[in-house]
Each structure stands twice: as C-alpha cells, then as structure tokens.
C-alpha cells in the first residue's frame, strides 16, 4: 500500500467504524445479560421516584452495586426527561449512543498506540481498526452500556494516557498519569474485577521500572480520586455511606452468592470463547492471538490480560460476558500477531481467497448481528409502549408471570405509566371484563398460559377464538425464534 494512501484509508476505516457503531445504537435494542439491565437502569429508575426498592435486584439490597454507572444514568433519564423526552427506548438510544461514541475515541487512541509501538509497519493500524470496527461481535459489544464495557473502555483510556507518556518520555508531567490514574481508578468503579488487570499493569511497570517516585504519586493521586468520586456515588445510591467493593468481595466470595448462580470448571472458558468467536473465524482469531501472545511476552498487554483470565479460570461461576473487558488486549494481540504472521509469509493468490473468504463470512456474521436485537423480548416492551399511545387504555391478562415482573424482578424502566396488568387463574374469568373497551392482550411466556388450542370462547363479542389466536408479534413478523414469549390481542 502506498504510504500517501494510508491516512486516508485509516480516515475511510474511521468513519465506516463509526458508521456501524452509530448503527448498532440503533438496532442493538434491549440487553445482552439482565444485569445490563436491573443493575442499571432500574436502579436510576428507583433513584428517579420510579420504582420501588422491593422491585430491585438482590445486590440493591445487599448494596455491592456500585454506584457510578447508575449516578450515569440517571444524570442522562434526568437531562432527557426536563427536555420532556419520556421515551424509555430513545433514552436506552442515547446511552448505547455514547457507550459507542466512547468506544470510537478509544480505538483511535489505540491506533495511534500501536503505529507508535510498529511506526514501519505498512497494514498494522488498518489491521486493529478493522477488527475493531468490523469484526461481527465487537461494535454489538461497544455499544453495551454495560458494566463490563465501560470498565474495559475507561480502563484502557488509562493506559493509553500511561503509555503514551512513556513513549513520549514525559512521566514527569502531571496531568496525563493524573488521569491515567483517575481512568484505572474510575474502570474499578464499574466493574470490580477489573482490578485483576490492575495488579498486572502495576507489576509491569514495576518489572520495567518505568515511573518514578514522582509518577507513582501522580497515579496515586488520580486513582484516589477516583475511589472518592466511587464513595460519593455510592452514598448517592444507598443513602449511606457504603464500601461496595468490600461488600462485594464479603457476599460473592466469602459466603459464596456468586457460586450459587452455577459452578463451572477451570477450563470452562476455552470452549465458550472458541465457540462464541463463532466457526471458521474463532481458528483464525485464536491463531493469530497466540502468535502475538507468545511473541510478544513482556508487552504490557500480555501483563493485563493473563492475571486477569487466571483470576477468572480460578473463580467457580463462570459466565463469557466476564471476558467481555478483555476485548480491546484481544484485539491488540491479534493485531500483533496478524501483523507478524503477513510479514513471513507471502501474500499469493490462495492465501489471499482465504483470507477474502473469511472476510465475507464475518461480513455476513456482521450483517445479521446489526439487523436485530440485543433480546427478542424487547420487541414485546416496545410493542406494548406503542399501543398506549392510542385513545383506549391497555390491559394484559396474564397468569402466575407477567412480561414486567421476570424471576421476581421489576422492569418499570420500560413499563408504560398507563397500562394495566391483570392475573387470571382461567379463561372463563376474562368474561367478566368489557375488553371492547380498551386494547386487551393476553400474554404467555411459554410455561403459564391462559392459551387452550382446543377450547372456544364463550363470550359473545370476541369476533376470533383467543385461545388459539396467532402471537400478535408473530403475525407481525417481530417475533425471533429465541423468544418463547408471546402477546394475543383480543378484538
């Protein structure tokens, strides 16, 4: 490739990376795991006077959810909310919205990282911004305002901070390992166990000898204040003054709660990242990474990712969302060893179909992944949210689980102010309410159902059978397979 043509391409990988962030805001609705969820908005939802403290995830109550994320999110439903938008979704938008936003800024810090670390290197920066931008799963993970993700995002907005000041030699300078400590400090605040990737930077730069006594005090300074910044937050969402991280560490650990939602083997990793990378590609990936693993030993990225998997191999629930925070080390070793692989082996014509072959496949993995939802359930919310805007009230009928209550929870963020739910024990009780007069549903989970395929209605004025009426969603053509929800409008 001809150098003159490089910054422009880089330019042109940018704004097509952007692009498709941008574009998983929008269709990636919903959430990946329901922590995303109940440990988040609905805890700014509480703090706003919109829920109630009953409702609330177990960890509320035990109060190890820290509270920086929430305080985030509420401050965003507040801003919009005076702007007199009430759009749960379009506020759910705005916060993948800048989850992406933040994503972007962080892969073009890392570019300009990695050219620095390769500055003769021809494809190296072209390398990581296309996987970070268009390899199928990352752009659907870099716009999760998730815990896992803003954790990973502020984490290595520290150690760009960090290492860009060694590259430049200005470890003496305040104010870039003053954030760089504050970022690591913040990363903490999101997810605890990022702290694991912590002690591995910490001995990396204590191996290298790199910071003097001057920037270990800058660093101590900024991450001080980020624990402080954690503290208040934490007041802020319980209403006392609480060490979450302690609490945490007391009710996961030692009394064991994290092991109660199932226990796994050491290695139970090895096939739920292989498998998940999905076929053909999670060969080439991994390849790729162990090359830039084994040859890169004494990078700083190889000193954060392996204390931080280990710690993880030797905790007993294990889940592949707890890997998420790792990705953008992931992708930097890939990008390595890619790099290292290309210049020892000549590019020809095979090597070249292969590699175009695979492109393709994850372009297509890409495609699918953009086209729906984080959760099939989420078409169901915004379904309901929709019809409330009609002149007619909302009402669902339902027996035993409703679609606003799953395993004990409370979703009130998406929950409109104006429908009405009510639980039936049989059919037969529906004849007692005049469903002419509002926009009635009944809803089935797929266990509890009020749907009897083989009975008829006894009420005059249904003009079709609800017991065997088509999901209104699956008439639609809203409703994904992996969903085994279903919504049956009575007309």
Partial sequence: MNRMNQ?????????????????????????????????????????????????????????????????????????????GIQDPFFIAFILRLLSGIMSLMVIILYTRLIIKELPSSKSVKTIFISLAGFLWFCPFLLVRFSSENWSSLFFFGGIYFLMNSLANSNTNRFFPIFMAGLLLSLAFQFRFQIAFAGLGIVAWLINNKSLKL????????????????????????????????????????????????GISPWFAY???????????LNIV???????????????????IIIPFVVAHLV???????FMFPMLIPFLYLITLGAEKTFSLIKLNLPVKLVMGSICIFNLFLLVVRIMGPADPHILYYRYIFNQTKSAKPVVIFYTESNMYGPSGLRMTFYRP???????????????????????????????????????????????????????????????????????????
């Avoid at 639980?423 to 266990?447: H, R, W």
Wanted: charged letters at 15%.
């Fill in 214 to 261: 001057k920037g270990w005090s800058y660093l101590s300074v900024g991450a001080l204040l980020g624990l402080i910044i954690g503290f208040l937050c934490d007041y802020w969402l319980y209403g006392s003054w609480q060490l979450t991280s302690l609490k945490y560490f007391d009710s996961n650990v030692i009394k064991g709660m994290a092991a109660s939602f």
């Fill in 417 to 491: 102010p104006n429908l009405l739910q009510l639980e039936v024990q049989n059919p037969f009780q529906l004849d007692t309410y005049d469903t002419s007069l509002k926009n009635a549903f009944i809803f089935s989970d797929g266990v509890s159902t009020l749907i009897k395929p083989d009975r008829k209605t006894l009420r005059a004025g249904f003009t079709a059978d609800y017991w065997s009426l088509p999901s209104i969603l699956e008439t639609k053509k809203l409703e994904k397979a992996s969903s085994n929800w279903s919504l049956y409008k009575l007309d």
């Fill in 7 to 83: 910054p422009k391409t880089s330019q042109t990988l940018l704004f097509l990376c952007g692009l498709i962030l941008l574009l998983m805001s929008v269709t990636s609705q919903g959430y990946f795991h329901w922590d995303e969820h109940f440990q988040l908005l609905e805890f700014a939802n509480y703090k706003s006077g919109l829920a109630k403290p009953e409702g609330l995830a177990w960890e509320f109550h035990e109060q190890i959810r820290p509270g920086l994320q929430p305080f985030i999110a509420y401050t965003i439903m507040s801003l919009n909310r005076a702007l």
């Fill in 285 to 303: 990936l991994i390849a790729f990474f162990m090359i830039g693993l084994f040859s890169n030993r004494k990078h700083f990225m190889v000193w």
């Fill in 270 to 280: 090895f096939p739920l990242v292989f498998n998940a990378l999905g076929p053909v």
């Fill in 315 to 321: 905790t007993s629930h294990k889940e592949l969302r």
